[in-house]
């Protein structure tokens, strides 16, 4: 859930540049002091950085940030939720053994990401927004059982084999476990069940998705809803157990994601988003 102008982790041909700028060097710190070298298209994952309280974004994730807010209303609580969510999901992973972890449309890896949640872990952070993965190879440079690398979750073949046997151990030979958040909503149907289909076919049995969908919260909202395009997918939450295919969701079914397993009372937040734990 955020503008149309912010989703750079839609499934699309890999970039080199973003606005004509040349990005595998750029650093937030580096763009305040040459703000014409910033980029000058916003992405989601910036964005939510932002509303996580991070410093990783650029001034157009601000004010695609607040654009949006301003035609929705406050966002930081959900996506703190949203955030919380995807730290109990790993935490339920790695109880179940689980210790080689692939993560699609990663966005920034702090804030909660999965390495800080699971530090024992090996984890391959994927994305295909170049100026986001040179982020996170910035965050990550130096981490022994961390990287951060482009990957298309329509395509696995886009993801170097190399790095993934580095930093997914367990790929083709015991449980894993995948962290598709983010992605479901701009997927239609049929391209969502293809790539769930994949990913199942790909992992061992025993492995673990771990998984969202945006529920109808926007029909509320035309400005906000219009802001996301016409490749934006709200879902009726009784058809998110069929759109998982072979997946199995867990005995905690699939929920509202501060109602899912939560450590205390849940976060009192719109219901955006609806996710669960399924297994293979």
Same mark, same amino acid.
């Given at each position: ?7 750079? +982790?839609?499934? *699309?041909?890999? &970039? =080199?540049?973003?606005?004509? @700028?040349?990005?595998? /060097?750029?650093? %937030?710190?580096?763009? $305040? ?77 702090? +804030?909660?990401? *999965?390495?800080? &949640? =699971?530090?024992?872990?090996? @984890?391959?952070?994927? /994305?295909?927004? %170049?100026?986001?993965? $040179? ?146």
């Amino acid at each position: 859930m955020a503008a149309r102008t912010a989703v750079d +982790r839609r499934p *699309v041909a890999r &970039v =080199a540049t973003d606005g004509g @700028v040349a990005m595998s /060097d750029l650093s %937030p710190a580096e763009a $305040a002091v040459d703000p014409a070298a910033a980029p000058q298209v916003p992405s989601t994952a910036r964005m939510i950085d932002h509303w996580l309280g991070g410093t990783d974004h650029f001034p157009v994730d601000v004010a695609a940030a607040r654009a949006f807010e301003g035609a929705y209303g406050p966002c930081a609580d959900i996506f703190r939720s949203l955030r919380g969510f995807l730290g109990r999901t790993v935490r339920h992973l790695g109880a179940a053994g689980i210790d080689s972890f692939l993560v699609f449309g990663a966005g920034v890896p702090t +804030r909660g990401n *999965v390495h800080e &949640v =699971a530090p024992a872990a090996s @984890v391959l952070y994927t /994305d295909i927004d %170049p100026v986001t993965i $040179a982020l996170g190879q910035r965050i990550l440079a130096g981490a022994d059982r961390a990287a951060y690398a482009y990957g298309d979750a329509t395509d696995l073949s886009t993801i170097d084999p190399a790095l993934l046997a580095r930093y997914v151990p367990a790929w083709g030979r015991a449980p894993v476990g995948v962290v598709f958040l983010g992605l479901a909503a701009f997927l239609d149907d049929a391209a969502l069940a293809r790539t769930l289909d994949e990913l199942y076919a790909a992992v061992p049995a025993g492995s673990r998705l771990a998984f969202d969908f945006d529920g109808l919260e926007l029909a509320g909202h035309p400005e906000a809803l219009a802001l996301m395009g016409e490749g934006f997918h709200m879902r009726d939450p009784a058809a998110f157990p069929a759109l998982l295919g072979r997946w199995r969701p867990t005995a905690d079914g699939i929920s509202p994601v501060a109602r899912w397993r939560p450590d205390g009372p849940p976060e009192d937040v719109p219901d955006a988003f609806h996710g669960g734990v399924a297994v293979k």
